[in-house]
C-alpha cells in the first residue's frame, strides 16, 4: 500500500514539473508573439506599411509552427492592415473577412466585432453605405455583450456617419446621441475625450451637410472650447476650426476665415497629416475664388489635386479637377475637365465592382458558415455515435476503477479514524495521569509537607535543631516534589503568560533567556495536552541547562510549519558527547512524555558547543 502510494505522489510530481516547463516556455512564446503584434500595430498608426508587412510575415511563420488560430486571425487582420495602407480595400476587405472568420470559429467576439467595424470603415470609404451599416449592427451585436464600450463608441459614431450620407438626419442624430452616451462609460480619459471631440465635430458636419451653419458653428464653438484642446489635441483642434472656417465662409462671415484657414494648414504640415491637406486647400481655394483672386485660387488648387493624388483621395481629386477646370481656360480648362469625367466614371464603376465585390465576400462567408455547420452538425452526430460506443466500452473500467478508489478511500479514511482514535485514547490516558500527578502533587502539599511542619516544630520545641534541620531539608525536598508533581493550568493564566512566567523564574544577570516566536503563534489552536507538554519539556530544558551545563545564555524559538508546533532549546553551555553518555531521568521522561503525543524529541550536542533540543509534536489532537 505504502509503495502504491510513494510511486502516485513520485508520478505527480514529474506531472506537475512537466507542466510547470511548459507553462514557463508557452509564457515566453507570448510574450515573443505580443512584442510583434505590438510592433505591427504601432506601424499601422504611424502608416509604415513595411513594419506591417514585416510583422504579417513574423506572424505567418509562428503559425507555421505553433498552428495557433489566434495568430491566424492576427495574420490575417495584419495582411488586411497592410494593403489598407497601400489603398487596396478590395484586398483589405477580403483579409478583414478572413481573420473575422477565424476568430468566429474559436468563439473570439472581441476580435470579431473589431474586424466587423474595420471592414464598415472600409465600407463607408467607398460609399457602400447600406454594407457599412449591416456591418456596423453585426458589430454591436458582438461587442454589446462585452461591454467593449471604446468600439461600441466607434460603431455609434460609424452609424451617424452613414446615416448622414443616406439622408436620414434624425436616424444620424440618434446614433450621435447613443455614442456619446457610451463614451461617457469609458474608463482611459484621454480617449474619452478625443471620442467626444470626433463625435461633437460630425453633429456638426450634419447641420452643415443640411445648411444649418448656425447650429453647426454651436457644436463646433463647443468643441474648440474644450480644456487646451489645442495643445492636447491639436489635430481635433485643426479639423473643428476648419469646419467652424467653412460655415461661417458659407454664411458670409469672413472676417477670420482666412486666419483660421492658415492657422489649420500650418498644424497639419507641422503633423504631417496629409490625408487632410487636400481639403484645407479646396477651402482656401474657394476663399480666393469668392475674393476673385484666381490665381491664388488656382495653385490652392493645384496643391489639393497634388496631396489628393499622394493619399490616394479620390473624392478630393474630383474636387480640385472640378476647380481647376473652372479657373483654367481653352485646352487647359478641357483637360482638367476630360480628367474629372474619367475619374468621375471609373470611380463610379470601381464603387460599383468593390461592393459587388463585398457583397460576393459576405455571400461566400455566409454560404461556408451554413456549410460548416450543417457538416458540424454531421461531424456531431458521428461523434455522437462513436462516444456512445467508448462509453459502452469503457463503462466496465470507469465502475471498477470507481471500485478501486472507494475501497482506497474506505482504507484510508478507516485507517485515519483508527489513527485518530488511538490518538484521542492516548490523550486520555495522558489527562489521567495528570490528574494522579495532580492528586499526589497536593496530598504532598497538604498532608505530608503539613505533617512534617507539625513534628519540625516539636522538634524545635524539644530542642532537638539538629534533627529540625535535617527535618526541614526533608520538607522543603517534599515541597519542590510537590511543585515538580503539579500540572499546570492554560484556563485562569495563558499559556503565553505561563511561558513568560517561567522564564522570568529563571532569568538573572548571569543565565539570559531570549524567547522567540511566542507571541507570533495564536495558542487557542493547540489543546491542553500540547501546551501542558511544551510548558513541562521548556521547564526540564532550563533547569537541566542551569544545574548541569554552566551556560550563561539559552535561546528559545517557538514556530509552526504545516500541523506540528516546534520548540527548539538552544544553550551555550559546555555540552557532552551523546554517543557515550546516558540520558538522565529528567530527560527519560520527557522522552517519553513527547511520544505519547506522537512527537519527537532530537538533541544534539556536542562537548564544548553547548546542546539543542528540538520537540516536535502536533499542533493540535
Request: glycine share 4%.
Given at each position: ?39 505591427g500595430l504601432n506601424a499601422y498608426f504611424d502608416g509604415n506599411s513595411k513594419g506591417v508587412l514585416e510583422s504579417t510575415k513574423k506572424l505567418n511563420t509562428i503559425f507555421a509552427k505553433q498552428k495557433d488560430s489566434l495568430i491566424l486571425a492576427k495574420f490575417y487582420q495584419y495582411k488586411a492592415m ?187 504640415k507641422k503633423h504631417k497629416e496629409e490625408v487632410d491637406l487636400p481639403i484645407t486647400y479646396i477651402n482656401l481655394t474657394d476663399y480666393h475664388i469668392e475674393r476673385k483672386e484666381f490665381n491664388v485660387a488656382k495653385n490652392y488648387a493645384n496643391e489639393a489635386l497634388n496631396y489628393a493624388n499622394k ?99 474506505s482504507i484510508s479514511f478507516f485507517r485515519f479514524r483508527r489513527k485518530k482514535l488511538l490518538f484521542q485514547s492516548q490523550l486520555q490516558k495522558i489527562e489521567a495521569r495528570e490528574q494522579e500527578r495532580r492528586q499526589i502533587a497536593k496530598s504532598l502539599h497538604d498532608e505530608v509537607a503539613g505533617d ?170
Amino acid at each position: 500500500m505504502n509503495t502504491i502510494m510513494r510511486y502516485l505522489f513520485l508520478y505527480f510530481l514529474l506531472f506537475v514539473s512537466f507542466v510547470y516547463s511548459q507553462e514557463h516556455i508557452k509564457d515566453s512564446m507570448v510574450t515573443s508573439n505580443e512584442e510583434i503584434i505590438d510592433y505591427g500595430l504601432n506601424a499601422y498608426f504611424d502608416g509604415n506599411s513595411k513594419g506591417v508587412l514585416e510583422s504579417t510575415k513574423k506572424l505567418n511563420t509562428i503559425f507555421a509552427k505553433q498552428k495557433d488560430s489566434l495568430i491566424l486571425a492576427k495574420f490575417y487582420q495584419y495582411k488586411a492592415m497592410y494593403y489598407e495602407l497601400e489603398y487596396k480595400s478590395d484586398s483589405s476587405f477580403y483579409f478583414y473577412d478572413q481573420s473575422k472568420n477565424i476568430s468566429k470559429q474559436i468563439n473570439d467576439s472581441l476580435e470579431v466585432g473589431r474586424r466587423l467595424l474595420s471592414m464598415a470603415n472600409i465600407q463607408r470609404s467607398v460609399n457602400d453605405f447600406l454594407g457599412s451599416e449591416i456591418s456596423s449592427i453585426e458589430a454591436l451585436q458582438y461587442l454589446e455583450p462585452l461591454k467593449s464600450n471604446k468600439y461600441i463608441v466607434n460603431l455609434y459614431n460609424n452609424l451617424g456617419l452613414v446615416s448622414v450620407d443616406l439622408g436620414q438626419q434624425k436616424q444620424a442624430l440618434e446614433y450621435y446621441n447613443k455614442a456619446i452616451e457610451v463614451n461617457t462609460l469609458i474608463k482611459d480619459f484621454r480617449r474619452k475625450e478625443r471620442a467626444y471631440l470626433h463625435i461633437i465635430n460630425n453633429i456638426g458636419l450634419l447641420y452643415q451637410t443640411h445648411k444649418n451653419h448656425q447650429k453647426a458653428i454651436g457644436y463646433f464653438k463647443q468643441g474648440l472650447q474644450f480644456d487646451s484642446i489645442r495643445d492636447k489635441y491639436p489635430l481635433h483642434y485643426s479639423l473643428l476650426l476648419e469646419n467652424l472656417a467653412a460655415s461661417n465662409f458659407l454664411l458670409k462671415k469672413k472676417t477670420n476665415v482666412l486666419n483660421q484657414y492658415n492657422e489649420v494648414l500650418e498644424i497639419r504640415k507641422k503633423h504631417k497629416e496629409e490625408v487632410d491637406l487636400p481639403i484645407t486647400y479646396i477651402n482656401l481655394t474657394d476663399y480666393h475664388i469668392e475674393r476673385k483672386e484666381f490665381n491664388v485660387a488656382k495653385n490652392y488648387a493645384n496643391e489639393a489635386l497634388n496631396y489628393a493624388n499622394k493619399t490616394h483621395n479620390n473624392k478630393y481629386c474630383l474636387e480640385a479637377l472640378r476647380r481647376l477646370s473652372n479657373l483654367s481656360t481653352g485646352n487647359q480648362s478641357k483637360a482638367y475637365l476630360e480628367e474629372y469625367i474619367q475619374l468621375n466614371d471609373s470611380l463610379f464603376q470601381q464603387e460599383r465592382q468593390l461592393k459587388n465585390q463585398f457583397a460576393k465576400i459576405r455571400y461566400e462567408t455566409d454560404k461556408t458558415e451554413k456549410e460548416n455547420e450543417d457538416l458540424k452538425i454531421e461531424n456531431e452526430k458521428t461523434i455522437a455515435e462513436a462516444e456512445l460506443q467508448k462509453q459502452r466500452a469503457t463503462i466496465g473500467l470507469l465502475l471498477s476503477g470507481i471500485s478501486i478508489m472507494f475501497l482506497l478511500s474506505s482504507i484510508s479514511f478507516f485507517r485515519f479514524r483508527r489513527k485518530k482514535l488511538l490518538f484521542q485514547s492516548q490523550l486520555q490516558k495522558i489527562e489521567a495521569r495528570e490528574q494522579e500527578r495532580r492528586q499526589i502533587a497536593k496530598s504532598l502539599h497538604d498532608e505530608v509537607a503539613g505533617d512534617l511542619r507539625l513534628l519540625h516544630r516539636k522538634l524545635e520545641k524539644s530542642f532537638l535543631l539538629e534533627e529540625a534541620q535535617k527535618l526541614e531539608l526533608v520538607k522543603d525536598n517534599v515541597r519542590n516534589l510537590s511543585h515538580q508533581l503539579s500540572s499546570v493550568s492554560f484556563e485562569d493564566v495563558p499559556f503565553r503568560d505561563q511561558i513568560l512566567n517561567l522564564v522570568s523564574d529563571y532569568f538573572s544577570p548571569d543565565f539570559i533567556i531570549k524567547v522567540n516566536g511566542l507571541k507570533e503563534i495564536d495558542w487557542s489552536e493547540a489543546n491542553k495536552s500540547i501546551k501542558r507538554l511544551l510548558y513541562l519539556s521548556l521547564r526540564e530544558c532550563i533547569q537541566n541547562c542551569q544545574k548541569y551545563a554552566e551556560a550563561s545564555k539559552m535561546t528559545i524559538n517557538f514556530s509552526i510549519h504545516k500541523k506540528s508546533v516546534f520548540l527548539d532549546v538552544a544553550d551555550n553551555g559546555k555540552g557532552f558527547d551523546t554517543a557515550t553518555q546516558k540520558k538522565g531521568i529528567g530527560l527519560l521522561n520527557l522522552q517519553e512524555r513527547v511520544q505519547d503525543l506522537n512527537g519527537t524529541l532530537t538533541i544534539e550536542s556536542e562537548v564544548g558547543k553547548g546542546t539543542k533540543i528540538i520537540i516536535q509534536t502536533p499542533l493540535n489532537a
